[in-house]
């Protein structure tokens, strides 16, 4: 059985992602109008952005799969995570406008002092229904992320989880206003805006920590350290610093050698350093290892 590249089960992911929302999308607006549900049309508007997001993540994917060239020596990795901060404006925009209609309904109602139309079943079962569905594209979207260690990808299932408790709370809403509470559903708009927003700010910080050079996870540079040090029990290291660029590292060792050590004896030790941590680690694009004397 062939494998799949990185950007072939990324963009594959991701269309499982863009059929299924679009598929909620119009079900929950269907459901939303026919039922009278103002909360569940909302979350239709959020699948929709759900479905637009992933089209950029895709977009930011492709690009960033592209080899290096002259003007961009080290790759293009970056605009996977600028796809994703695209991703999370959107998703924020998105929130907001949930809530400002939300609001807007319930200042409409307290000053008309007229009743709510009440959502019908319909409405009710359509929720529910979306909610296990978007409960399933989350966690089948977090699995891939992790395996391909994207940040786009994990920013995808992260709105795919907001659009489940956005499902959460329509139905609630719902179903409170058919207990006769109408206030309820457009209520629960509101809350479905402050959701959103964190998980927009959430994707947004993730996003923007990884384009400005910072350092892996201590977990990670231990864990680098420990095969450098496996593939030679007599290696001393000094100093070792990393940076993210996009779902990429970059990293520079320092190994303490003596001075009475030959240049060929050197280079053969930092070659063969090098070769086993870019070996173990296949999101480690380059591990530079530089000899440094330990006689001053």
């Not at 990808?153 to 959460?168: C, R, T, V, Y």
């Not at 179903?175 to 209520?187: E, K, N, T, V």
């Not at 003596?258 to 694009?285: G, M, V, W, Y």
Request: charged share 20%; proline share 3%; net charge negative.
């Amino acid at each position: 059985m062939k494998t799949l590249t990185r950007e072939q089960t990324a963009m594959r992911t991701s269309m499982i992602s863009i059929g299924g929302n679009l598929f909620l999308c119009f079900v929950k607006l269907f459901a939303g109008i026919l039922g009278k549900s103002g909360a569940l049309v909302s979350d239709a508007i959020h699948s929709a952005a759900d479905a637009v997001d992933t089209i950029i993540v895709m977009i930011g994917v492709k690009l960033a799969s592209k080899a290096p060239d002259a003007q961009h020596p080290y790759g293009h990795e970056r605009l996977e995570c600028a796809a994703a901060i695209i991703l999370s404006l959107i998703l924020g925009l998105v929130g907001l406008g949930i809530g400002f209609a939300g609001a807007e309904t319930i200042l409409f109602h307290e000053h008309s002092h007229d009743a709510l139309e009440v959502p019908s079943r319909l409405a009710l079962f359509t929720a529910l229904a979306a909610i296990v569905i978007k409960e399933l594209l989350y966690w089948y979207m977090r699995t891939k992320a992790k395996s391909l260690d994207s940040e786009a990808l994990m920013a995808i299932a992260w709105h795919n989880q907001a659009d489940a408790l956005s499902s959460i709370g329509s139905f609630i809403g719902i179903l409170g206003a058919r207990a006769g509470f109408d206030i309820l559903d457009p209520l629960v708009s509101v809350i479905i805006c402050l959701f959103v927003i964190k998980t927009a700010l959430t994707i947004f910080k993730g996003s923007i920590d990884k384009m400005v050079d910072r350092s892996c996870p201590p977990e990670m540079i231990e864990a680098i350290t420990a095969a450098a040090c496996d593939s030679n029990p007599e290696l001393s290291i000094g100093q070792f610093r990393t940076r993210l660029f996009g779902d990429r590292i970059y990293g520079e060792m320092e190994i303490l050698l003596p001075n009475e050590i030959t240049l060929a004896q050197a280079n053969d030790i930092c070659r063969h350093t090098q070769e086993t941590i870019e070996s173990q680690f296949e999101n480690i694009k380059e591990c530079r290892v530089i000899p440094v004397s330990t006689n001053k």
